[in-house]
């Protein structure tokens, strides 16, 4: 089974820059699409930004421009840089292929405040 262990997440004010990163056991790594994904208070999960084994990447309108995802596969690890961050953007943050194929790791908090 393999496992996913996010971190980087902190108390960081609005407008600053977080750079959270997603390791993944396992040898398949670099075949799957891989994804951020997001869950606020009250609110369901979302996916914030995608990358393809390919490399082409994707973003939720409400991050683009902001966020920027990419990869590693000689460390199965994706990372996510996250600048300019708003209040909205609070939440824990996790990782999984875009299918959700893998068991859920614990997720890393980001809280956005002043």
């Known amino acids: 089974q393999v496992q996913l262990v996010e971190s980087g997440g902190d108390l960081v004010q609005p407008g600053g820059s977080l750079r959270l990163s997603c390791a993944a056991s396992?040898?398949?790594?670099?075949?799957?699409?891989m994804g951020w994904f997001r869950q606020a208070p009250g609110k369901q999960r979302e996916l914030v930004a995608s990358?393809?084994?390919?490399?082409?990447?994707n973003y939720a309108d409400s991050v683009k421009g902001r966020f920027t995802i990419s990869r590693d596969d000689t460390k199965n690890t994706v990372y996510l840089q996250m600048n300019s961050l708003k209040p909205d953007d609070t939440a824990v943050y996790y990782c999984n292929t875009i299918s959700t194929n893998w068991v859920w790791g614990q997720g890393t908090q980001v809280i956005v405040s002043s």
């Open positions: 396992g040898r398949l790594f670099r075949f799957y699409d």
């Open positions: 990358i393809r084994a390919g490399r082409t990447t």
